[in-house]
C-alpha cells in the first residue's frame, strides 16, 4: 500500500479536489422533483384471486409506473437534463414540507387504499351477474395529511386510524366531519388514534394561531372485509407505490372474476385513480407515462378524460404529449370517464 | 491450462511473501475502492434516472465490473512489482487467469438480476 501510495501521490494530488467536487455533486440534493418514464406491470403478478383458475386469459392488463425522484442530487438532476422524456421541477405544495420518506409512505397508503377501492368497484360490477360473489367493506378514517405546525409531528403517522376527540362541552367527536363545529370553544383538544400496530393512543392538539387549524388532514376510506369477501384474494409486495394503477387493478380483477375474457388477447395499459362509484379520477406524470406506454407498445392505453375544457385533463395533456415527442395516438389511446367506459370499450373491440 | 495456472501459483507463493502478497492486494483493494465509490454511484443515479433502459445499464454494469477487476489486478500487480523489481514471476499471466475467473462470476451475477431479480423487483 505504501509504494501505491508513493508511486501515485502526485496524481493523488492532482484528483483529490476533483475527486471530492464529483463526490458532493453525487450527494448534495437539491429541492426538486424528476419524473421519467417507467414500465409497465401486469396486475396479475400483484393481486391474485383464488376463482375461475381454469379460464385462460389470452391478453394482458397492466398499470403504467413511472420513476418519480424526490429531492434528486445535482447529479440525477443534471442527467435529467438530457432527455425530452424526462421532467424536472421545484417540490411545491405540502410535499415541499414532506421528507422522502414521508412521501413514500403517502405513496404507499395510496396504492394499499387504491387496491381496496378497486376490488370493491370490480367485485361490485362482477356481483350483477354472479351472485356467488360477495363484497364487504368497512369504512376507516385515517390520516392522510400533516402540517408543519401539527402538534406531536413525530408521534402521529400517516395512516394511522382516527378514532375520535374530546370536544366542545366533552362530546365525543367520531365524524371526521364534525370536527371544526365541535371545536370552535377552545384551542386545543384531545385526539384518539390507532396506529399501525392497533395500539390506541391518545394526543392533545393546539390550534395553528394563525391559520385557527389543528394541521391534520383525515380522509374517509373503504376497505375490504377480508374475512367474508367471497372470492378470497391475495396481494403480493409491490415496489411501486401511488393510487394511479386504479382503473387497470378495477379491470384485471374484474376480468378475473367473470367468465369471459376481456382482453381479447390485447396487450391492455393505462392509467386513473378509481373512485368508489366507479368513476376515474386524474393522475400526475402524465408525458412520462405516455411515453412509457410507447416505449412498452401497449395496444390499449386508458387514460382520464373528465372535461374537454380543463387545460390539466389527463387526456388533453396526452395528447400535447404525443404531439411533443412525435407519437401518433390514433387507435391505441382510449379517453375514459369510468370503470364501464373502459368495459364498453374492450366490448366493441373485435 | 488448469495445470499452467497451478504452475503460476506455486511460483508467485515461492516468490513472495504472504505479507507481501496481502499488502498489495489491500493496496489495490484501497485504491480501487476509492475509485468505484463514486462510479458505482453514478452509475447507480443514472439508473434511477433512466430505469426504462434498464437491462443497457445492467450490461454496462457488467462492463465495468471487468475494468475495475481490471484495474484492480493492475495495481495488485504494480505494489508486487515496486516491491520486488527483479521478480521472474509472470504476474500479468497469473492475474489474466483470475480475471477471466472474477468476471465469469460477475456474468453469472448479471444474468441472474436481468433475468430473475428484475422482473420480480419490477412489480
Not at chain 1, 72 to 87: C, K, V, W
Not at chain 1, 111 to 140: F, G, L, W
Not at chain 1, 224 to 233: G, H, I, L, W
Not at chain 2, 17 to 30: C, D, H, P, R
Request: one cysteine or more; a negative charge; aromatic letters at 16%.
Amino acid at each position: 500500500m505504501k509504494e501505491l501510495t508513493k508511486h501515485y501521490l502526485p496524481f493523488i494530488k492532482i484528483l483529490i479536489l476533483p475527486y471530492l467536487f464529483f463526490m458532493f455533486i453525487l450527494f448534495y440534493p437539491i429541492a426538486y422533483f424528476v419524473d421519467t418514464p417507467g414500465g409497465i406491470t401486469e396486475v396479475e403478478s400483484i393481486i391474485a384471486i383464488d376463482y375461475n383458475e381454469e379460464k385462460e386469459i389470452k391478453g394482458t392488463i397492466s398499470s403504467t409506473y413511472i420513476v418519480s425522484i424526490n429531492r434528486p442530487t445535482f447529479f440525477q438532476f443534471m442527467l435529467s437534463s438530457f432527455s425530452d422524456y424526462n421532467y424536472a421541477n421545484v417540490i411545491r405544495g405540502s410535499y415541499a414540507n414532506y421528507t422522502n420518506q414521508e412521501i413514500s409512505q403517502i405513496s404507499y397508503l395510496d396504492k394499499e387504499t387504491s387496491v381496496n377501492a378497486a376490488i370493491i368497484v370490480a367485485y361490485q360490477n362482477a356481483k350483477d351477474d354472479n351472485p356467488e360473489i360477495v363484497i364487504d367493506y368497512y369504512e376507516k378514517v385515517m390520516v392522510f395529511g400533516k402540517a408543519t405546525y401539527l402538534s406531536f409531528y413525530d408521534d402521529i403517522e400517516f395512516g394511522d386510524e382516527f378514532l375520535y376527540l374530546i370536544g366542545d362541552n366533552d362530546a365525543i367527536v367520531d365524524d371526521y366531519t364534525q370536527i371544526g363545529p365541535n371545536t370552535q370553544n377552545s384551542s386545543s383538544y384531545e385526539f384518539f388514534f390507532k396506529n399501525s400496530e392497533g395500539e390506541t393512543y391518545s394526543r392533545i392538539l393546539t390550534k395553528d394561531s394563525e391559520t385557527n387549524l389543528f394541521g391534520i388532514t383525515l380522509k374517509l376510506y373503504y376497505l375490504v372485509d377480508k374475512d367474508t369477501t367471497y372470492p378470497k384474494y391475495t396481494e403480493q409486495n409491490s415496489n411501486i407505490g401511488g393510487p394511479s394503477g386504479g382503473l387497470l387493478q378495477t379491470l384485471a380483477i374484474y376480468n378475473m372474476l367473470v367468465e369471459e375474457d376481456i382482453t381479447k388477447g390485447l396487450k391492455i395499459a393505462g392509467t386513473g385513480t378509481i373512485n368508489y362509484d366507479g368513476s376515474v379520477g386524474y393522475i400526475g406524470g402524465v408525458e412520462q407515462k405516455i411515453i412509457t406506454a410507447y416505449l412498452n407498445k401497449v395496444d390499449v392505453f386508458f387514460i382520464p378524460f373528465l372535461s374537454e375544457t380543463y387545460t390539466y385533463d389527463n387526456y388533453l395533456e396526452a395528447l400535447n404529449a404525443c404531439e411533443k415527442h412525435g407519437i401518433d395516438p390514433t387507435g391505441w389511446l382510449v379517453p375514459v370517464a369510468s370503470f364501464q367506459d373502459a368495459l364498453d370499450y374492450l366490448a366493441e373491440v373485435e | 491450462m488448469m495445470s499452467r495456472y497451478k504452475e503460476l501459483v506455486k511460483d508467485f507463493n515461492n516468490d513472495f511473501s504472504t505479507k507481501e502478497i496481502s499488502s498489495a492486494y489491500l493496496g489495490a483493494f484501497f485504491y480501487t475502492t476509492i475509485i468505484a465509490l463514486p462510479l458505482l454511484i453514478a452509475i447507480a443515479q443514472i439508473v434511477s434516472v433512466y430505469l426504462y433502459w434498464l437491462t443497457f445499464w445492467v450490461i454496462l454494469i457488467i462492463i465495468v465490473m471487468f475494468l475495475l477487476n481490471y484495474l484492480f489486478h493492475r495495481l495488485t500487480r504494480k505494489a508486487l512489482i515496486l516491491k520486488r523489481p527483479d521478480t521472474e514471476v509472470d504476474i500479468w499471466r497469473l492475474f489474466i487467469f483470475q480475471q477471466i475467473f472474477i468476471n465469469i462470476f460477475f456474468v453469472i451475477i448479471g444474468l441472474i438480476f436481468i433475468f430473475i431479480l428484475i422482473p420480480i423487483w419490477m412489480v
